[in-house]
């Protein structure tokens, strides 16, 4: 009986997987898909790193695309293979000597329906029957899910542009079944991390994989199975940051990285950032990048040893601003270590209904809190706007009764379509006037400094204790810390280097000024600053003077003049 419901349990399973794969193979939004067309030259690029060269037997290598698309990787793996097969004057036919050259998956009904057709008519342009283009097409091509196929044996190569899909837009049951068969897939991790986890459990020994893909695993807390990975059982050989270049058809927010990575004993990592997109450029970098010795004073290309260290977040900078990181590290407590405490600001889930002018908000004074926003720190001091945030909090966490306030209770009865929309309100009726984060009214009443998201450089406003922070605004709290001391240390460039080096960039080169890469920076214990130096730091703060804050907090951490130069100043 209890076999018979076990199985019946497991066909259902089984068959919503099935229904969910179906529908996101038949969906037309290729946005959903994840589907970002990546360049030719980069392409090309991607095949040189990876090995996978004309120059070599490729009939007698496997190499394995895992999401095809519209053959943007496929094609020029393609011709390579035939340019090598033919120029090795082979005796036997195609469907001999190359049928089990190429894998490559699709999950797409009609974007596998239109490369395959393109594919037949690549091998035919090239020589090749059309019987036998046809029998090598169903030999390489696979229609469906890379995560979920079967694929036989172990790959030489294996390159591509995994799909970056977001885990909503991922069917409940599909979903549970990746989190079932794939341990990197952890906490928020995209789509991408299980497509690397798979394709490396697939790999040959001394096999290269090469793949572009957003770089936000190596430094988030997402990734930190997958670079467990990588660091236990594999050789990160490459490493191209395309921060700010045009390595796609389209753009995107969140940049990209080349990563190859082989299974052989780890070493040394080549690093290059922001390539010129240029075919010229790019194969003179690909050639720098896999000589056996870098010539000295390479500017293009650094070598560092390192770089994959268990789950922590790859250090990818300048050795001599490792070196630097690593020693801070080693030497002083963490900022929250040291007494500051670390938060976001409110997210309401319904800004228009919980946000408004503080006079023109016809709720009890006590309901209301004079709210600070990104707006209002754009010059570096608090100029406040005027705006409040609705608050349906008791100073217990406990949401207030709305029978006790008459005024709040009408004014967001009159919101009440656009606050139960919100998925928090769906998902617990009951408490559908609640913010998605709690808010705390004592937070308003602290000293805080306040620091945006997303920035070029750090933003660091003191605010003395009156206003309550916006969602996209960190704020840094503490009971030991003077707070304009610890000012002129978070708008130094040693702090920025810790930002910078933990941090994933945007678009333009912004850095996420984000609670995980703050809690990274390291500073010493209030009562180890010397009187003196605690003046200087807070004058220094005080006036905006950034120079000042430099000068001020490389004293604080003992820098030599080479560690100052590190941070580009000139060591004096």
């Known amino acids: 009986m209890h076999l018979k419901v076990a199985s019946k349990a497991t066909a259902g399973r089984k068959s919503l997987v099935n229904a969910a794969t179906e529908a996101m193979a038949a969906g037309a939004d290729s946005k959903a898909r994840g589907a970002v067309f990546t360049r030719p030259e980069v ?34 793996i393609i011709d390579r293979l035939l340019n090598s097969w033919m120029s090795a004057r082979p005796e036997g036919s195609p ?84 989190r079932d068969r794939y341990v990197t897939l952890y906490d928020r991790a995209d789509l991408y991390v299980p497509f690397i986890e798979r394709s490396l459990s697939m790999l040959a020994n001394a096999g290269n994989l090469g793949f572009i893909c957003s770089d936000r695993w190596t430094k988030n807390r997402y990734g930190a199975p997958l670079r467990s990975l990588v660091a236990e059982r594999f050789h990160l050989k490459v490493y191209v940051d395309m921060v700010d270049t045009s390595a796609f058809h389209s753009d995107v927010v969140a940049y990209p990285a080349i990563t190859i990575v082989s299974r052989e004993k780890p070493g040394a990592t080549r690093i290059s950032h922001r390539p010129e997109i240029d075919r010229a450029a790019l194969t003179s970098l690909a050639s720098l990048l896999l000589v056996p010795m870098l010539p000295n004073g390479s500017s293009e290309v ?84 005027g705006q409040a945030v609705v608050n349906p909090f008791a ?88 707070l304009r001391a610890l000012q002129a240390v978070l708008l130094s460039a040693v702090s920025r280097m810790f930002v910078a080096t933990y941090s994933t960039k945007m678009r333009g080169g912004f850095l996420r000024f984000q609670a995980q890469y703050l809690r990274r920076i ?29 000068r001020a907090t490389f004293e604080l951490y003992g820098l030599s003049c080479e560690e100052k130069s590190a941070l580009g100043e000139n060591g004096e």
């Open 43 to 76: 392409v090309d690029f991607i095949l040189d790193l990876s090995g996978y060269r004309e120059d070599q037997p490729l009939h007698e290598k496997r190499i394995l695309e895992p999401s095809f698309g519209r053959g943007q990787f496929l094609f020029p």
């Open 95 to 178: 469907l001999n000597e190359l049928g089990d050259a190429i894998r490559a998956i699709e999950l797409h009904h009609d974007t596998f329906r239109d490369t395959r057709i393109g594919v037949i008519a690549l091998l035919v342009h090239r020589g090749i029957a059309v019987e036998e283009a046809e029998v090598l097409a169903g030999r390489w091509l696979s229609q469906g899910d890379f995560l979920l196929v079967s694929i036989e044996g172990e790959f030489d190569f294996i390159v591509g542009n995994p799909p970056y899909v977001r885990q909503e837009m991922i069917p409940g049951p599909l979903l549970a079944e990746y």
């Open 302 to 385: 650094r070598e560092l040893t390192g770089v994959t260290n268990g789950t922590e977040p790859w250090l990818l900078g300048s050795s001599d601003q490792m070196a630097l990181i690593r020693r801070l590290e080693e030497s002083f407590p963490s900022l929250e270590e040291a007494g500051c405490r670390v938060g976001i600001g409110v997210a309401t889930g319904a800004d228009k209904a919980f946000i408004g002018d503080f006079a023109a908000l016809d709720v009890e004074p006590s309901r209301k809190l004079p709210l600070v926003t990104t707006k209002d720190i754009s010059s570096g001091e608090v100029v406040w706007r």
């Open 395 to 482: 100073e217990s966490g406990e949401l207030v009764s709305l029978e006790r306030f008459p005024r709040l209770r009408r004014y967001l009865e009159a919101r009440r379509g656009v606050i139960v929309a919100r998925h928090c309100a769906q998902k617990n009726p009951e408490k559908w006037y609640r913010t998605i984060d709690r808010i705390t009214p004592s937070l308003a009443a602290r000293p805080k400094l306040l620091i945006p998201d997303i920035k070029g450089e750090a933003n660091v406003v003191f605010e003395g204790g009156k206003l309550y922070p916006h969602h996209n605004l960190y704020h840094v709290t503490s009971d030991d810390w003077e």
């Open 522 to 550: 390291r500073i010493p214990r209030w009562v180890d600053v010397p009187m003196s130096l605690r003046l200087e730091l807070a004058d220094a703060a005080i006036k905006r003077d950034v120079q000042a804050c430099n």
